[in-house]
């Protein structure tokens, strides 16, 4: 149910419901209740600090909810709302025993939706790795958006966005390794230059039982695909460090193994460019600008 309280506006997250369209304007506060309130079913994050929301119930429980929560109504004939911005403080109330929260409710679309609760939790920083690749994801699939609009929309770079995504392709195993901080982002994306994918699980689950720092990681990383060269019928040419550094750069560039090799005459060569799935291969072919079918 909703009740009329009184006129007011933070400002909050007002400019990302303006630039997607939405107008703020001057809106009323209204007591929503809370059993009325469903989390935004596009919400990025999937793990709220425990402690944080006790902490924040402990506040609410004393003083009450002083910004309000913003929520959309999809359809006007059911009294039923979506969170916009706010489910920590929908989350706290519900510890707290409240049974009613202070909100704003906006007229929002579907799409808008989606992009303002993903925009949103990203601005704020404190999502994992994962989540914050699953975000990327979430805008790229759901708008339709390329990875070069989504590193414009969101002032990061091409690269930075490409390393996130190939996160992706990890296996669940170690996905749920990163999801639950026991490995570092720059452990996973140097385990996904292990060559053999069949061995790392459980090069993760040394990283992580062992307490290897990247360093070690890399280092364990490159030897296994030495190893791996060294069952190849015929060795592999010293390359250059004109080469070497082209290929860090590249690898930079793509977020994914890149192999330069030379052939056996002068001038000549092959790139080689490594990918982890379907999924991976339309993010390479949007950085060289290529329209997959």
Do not use: C, W
Not at 116 to 141: F, G, K, S
Not at 227 to 245: D, E
Not at 266 to 293: A, K, T
């Amino acid at each position: 149910m909703a009740s009329k309280k009184e006129k007011s506006l933070g400002r909050g997250i007002d400019a990302l419901f303006a630039e997607n369209g939405v107008d703020a304007g001057e809106e009323t506060v209204v007591d929503l209740t809370l059993a009325d309130i469903r989390p935004n079913p596009y919400q990025p994050r999937q793990k709220f600090d425990t402690k944080g929301l006790n902490d924040l119930a402990a506040s609410i429980e004393k003083t009450g909810v002083f910004q309000p929560i913003i929520v959309r109504q999809p359809d006007k004939q059911i009294q039923r709302y979506e969170i916009l911005a706010g489910e920590r403080r929908f989350r706290a109330s519900k510890i707290a025993g409240k049974s009613t929260i202070p909100g704003i409710i906006r007229e929002v679309t579907e799409e808008q939706m989606m992009e303002i609760a993903v925009l949103e939790n990203l601005q704020r920083e404190d999502l994992t790795p994962l989540e914050e690749a699953e975000a990327y994801d979430t805008l790229m699939t759901k708008l339709t958006l390329t990875q070069a609009q989504v590193s414009e929309r969101l002032g990061k770079s091409r690269p930075y966005i490409a390393n996130y995504l190939r996160l992706l392709g990890l296996p669940k195993a170690v996905k749920d390794m990163l999801q639950r901080n026991e490995l570092s982002m720059g452990q996973a994306r140097t385990l996904l230059s292990l060559k053999d994918k069949t061995k790392l699980v459980a090069l993760a689950k040394r990283a992580v039982s062992e307490g290897m720092t990247v360093r070690a990681v890399e280092a364990e990383v490159n030897k296994l695909n030495g190893a791996a060269k060294k069952l190849a019928k015929k060795p592999a040419k010293k390359k250059s460090p004109f080469l070497r550094s082209t290929e860090n750069q590249l690898q930079e560039h793509f977020g994914t193994q890149v192999s330069i090799n030379e052939g056996n005459k002068d001038h000549q060569g092959h790139i080689e460019i490594e990918y982890l799935s379907n999924d991976d291969l339309n993010r390479i072919l949007d950085l060289l600008n290529i329209q997959s079918d």
